[in-house]
């Protein structure tokens, strides 16, 4: 009932929207980035809103960090009901919707958006003029449910019950280098130990979560990697300018000509996937059904590139 009491105290859903964000971010200023609002009108804002509820929603701590209250807390709780109502709403209106025209929200890694989905994205453009594409390139996994896209790529099965979507290939990965370095070593290895006594590039100390850049750690000396980035596109550049070998998807190394094999075969052990995904509730939106049917269809085409058995066959997009 105290969290009910706090909800109809509020002059709008604006401050119920603030305390979540700030719940969520740990700080005021990652809340008001998210808000897109400055530090200093989201700083006023909560100072108005606890003076007049005379609460401490947070406390304020070393370094900038907002811990909730148990008042705070409830009142975030609160307001975060609210949104996945509002949310759900908002889904259900936009999947009743079957005009090819609007805006449509995909998210996807760089490495992908720079060496595949860009001239996928150009094609869909040409067949619907009056749909307006905003690609999000972010390595996080951003919430379809929470809108903060319509269509994902994931390399990975999605786990979500409430997500809707289908695996488009498999996803290879092997090591690549400037042509003149693979052939210096010998041409393509047969085994990644054959690699040992090699120079790589690699990711950032510290990288976690991200498969190759684990492979790397577990399997090389520290004193191996001449060359670190956390951007796979990056790492691509520093290999064709003769740093090192780097482990690269195969769709990114195969269709550079500026890059070679340095292992023959792409490693089993790191074989992925590549999905499309969207909500379930936005799957017969008529821009989110025609996204799938020309782009999921178009970079299905080029399955036998992302599984590294080859390039991929040219796609005429005016025969999709």
């Not at 052939?183 to 085994?191: H, K, V, W």
């Not at 130990?193 to 090389?220: C, M, Y």
């Amino acid at each position: 009932m105290e969290a009910q009491f706090y909800v109809e105290t509020m002059d709008d859903w604006n401050e119920l929207r603030l305390v979540l964000a700030i719940q969520r971010a740990g700080s005021l200023t990652a809340a008001a980035k998210a808000l897109a609002i400055d530090h200093s009108t989201a700083f006023r804002r909560l100072n108005a809103l606890e003076a007049r509820l005379d609460l401490r929603l947070f406390e304020r701590l070393p370094g900038g960090v907002y811990q909730t209250t148990a008042a705070g807390e409830r009142m975030a709780v609160a307001a975060e009901r609210m949104e996945d109502e509002a949310l759900a709403l908002d889904r259900d209106i936009t999947g009743r919707d079957h005009r090819l025209s609007g805006r449509l929200r995909v998210t996807s890694s760089e490495t992908l958006a720079y060496s595949r989905l860009t001239q996928h994205l150009a094609a869909f453009r040409r067949i619907h003029p009056g749909i307006v594409v905003e690609l999000a390139i972010d390595n996080r996994v951003l919430s379809l449910s929470r809108r903060e896209a319509d269509i994902a790529f994931r390399p990975v099965r999605p786990r979500e019950g409430d997500l809707w979507g289908r695996k488009l290939a498999g996803m290879a990965w092997t090591f690549y280098g400037s042509p003149t370095l693979v052939e210096a070593n010998g041409g393509p290895a047969a085994s990644a130990k054959d690699l040992a006594s090699q120079t790589f590039v690699g990711w950032q100390e510290g990288t976690a979560g991200i498969r190759a850049a684990d492979w790397l750690v577990q399997h090389l000396p520290a004193d191996a990697t001449a060359y670190r980035s956390n951007s796979l596109v990056n790492q691509a550049v520093a290999a064709k300018a003769g740093l090192g070998f780097a482990l690269l998807p195969c769709y990114l190394g195969d269709s550079d000509s500026g890059l070679a094999r340095a292992l023959a075969e792409p490693m089993p052990e790191l074989m992925g996937e590549l999905w499309i995904v969207t909500h379930g509730d936005l799957k017969n939106t008529a821009r989110i059904r025609a996204f799938f049917d020309l782009v999921g269809t178009g970079l299905a085409a080029e399955k036998r590139l992302f599984e590294g058995n080859g390039l991929p066959r040219t796609i005429d997009a005016d025969k999709i």
